[in-house]
Structures are given as C-alpha cells and as structure tokens.
C-alpha cells in the first residue's frame, strides 16, 4: 500500500522556523518527482515546491523562494521542507504528493505570535 | 503564471446525473516534451486531496470509468457519466507543465 506520512508540523511564531517531513512507503521513492502544495484554511490548493527525482533540481513559487527549501533523501525515502523566516501567511495544511498521484494526509502549520 | 479557471463553482445534482466541469488555461499547456500535464484531483470532505486524472484523459487504476477527461491546449473537461454519492467534494484542475504550477479554484460536487 502506498503511503506518504508527513510529520513536523505545529504552532510557530513569525519569524522562526520549521522542518517538515514526508516519508514515503509502497513505491520506488526515488522514481518520483515530489511537490509540496499547501491549502490555507478554507481556500484552495497552491503549489509550494518541487523537486526533481535526484534532487537536482529544485521549483518554488515566488513567494517562498529564498524562505523556504525542498529537498529529498532516497536512501531513506523521505521528502522535507525547510521553512525559514514564517509569516501568518504561510498558515495552511501542507500536503507532499508524488507525481505519481499519491497524496499525503497533510500536516497543520499555524504560524501565529 | 498560468491563470486556471474552472467553471462552475459549484454544481448541485441528483445521483445519477451526469456532470460537467471545465478549467481553461490561460497558455497552452501542451509541453516541449509533447505531452500535456493537466491532471484533475478530488478532495471529499475532511480528507486529502486523491488522484484521477493525469495527462489530460488518463485515468488511474483505481479510478471508475465513469470519469472522463478530456481537451487540449487551454480547454480541459473533467466529465462524470452518472453521478454517485461517493463522488461529492471539491474537484481540481492542476497544471504541471509551467512552473509555478497551478490549480484551478476548484468545483464543490454536491448531492441534491
């Protein structure tokens, strides 16, 4: 069965920072380009960040560039998002998808003072 | 960006009942590779977001030939042929051929 479990989420205050991370289970990991797309209370999806099946390269949407960055271990077949300098409007679940189609459940973060 | 632009809203239907949902591109979503990534997911409520369409028209495995995608260009169609309970939530165009990817705002499935 194909899961992709993130984890790291939580309550944060501006300004800090906070590492999220997908660990993925039931396909070739490393096969996969990876996404991670957020859905701010009520509102619809957004794509946050992408990231090649090596890692080599790397796609953000303009408003995290330079905060925030994706990466990936195959050997341990995990994906992360380090989020750096948060504001209140990054405030969202943050879901990782494959683009194989699999979707995480999400994670919660609430960054709020 | 690639503005997405899904119509209707929102859509009110008896099971049983076919169903319709556009997402209009603003640029071609045809790639350099040939290929055109416009995929259609669906969100049931208080749940994530599941897969079921990519590449325009391709189902996935799990996914009930009652759905139907098709288009091309900036035109996309998301059908379904006969409604069932189990389809109800918010349905999503994504296009991955243009970076910033981006979603349509989405079409809320609901059951009359």
């Known amino acids: 069965e194909v899961q992709l479990v993130e984890s790291g989420g939580g309550l944060v205050q501006p300004g800090r920072s906070l590492k999220l991370s997908c660990a993925a289970s039931g396909f070739t990991f490393s096969n996969y380009g990876m996404a991670w797309v957020c859905q701010a209370p009520t509102k619809g999806l957004e794509w946050v960040a992408s990231?090649?099946?090596?890692?080599?390269?790397?796609y953000y949407r303009d408003s995290v560039k330079g905060r925030f960055t994706i990466s990936r271990d195959n050997a341990k077949n995990t994906l992360y998002l380090q989020m750096d300098s948060l504001r209140s409007e990054d405030t969202a679940t943050y879901y990782c998808?494959?683009?194989?189609?699999?979707w995480g459940q999400g994670v919660m973060v609430t960054v709020s003072s | 960006d690639v503005v997405m632009t899904q119509t209707p809203v929102s859509l009110s239907l008896a099971i049983g009942q076919p169903a319709s949902i556009s997402c209009k591109s603003s640029q071609s979503l045809l790639g350099t590779s040939g290929k055109t990534f416009l995929n259609w997911i669906l969100q049931r409520p208080g749940q994530s977001p599941k897969r079921l369409i990519y590449q325009v028209s391709k189902l996935y495995s799990e996914v009930p030939d009652r759905f139907s995608g098709s288009g091309s260009e900036t035109e996309f169609t998301l059908k379904i042929s006969r409604v069932e309970a189990e389809d109800l939530g918010v349905y999503y165009c994504w296009q991955g051929t243009h970076f910033p990817q981006t979603f349509g705002g989405g079409t809320k499935l609901e059951l009359k």
């Open positions: 990231i090649s099946t090596g890692g080599g390269n790397t």
């Open positions: 998808a494959s683009y194989g189609g699999y």
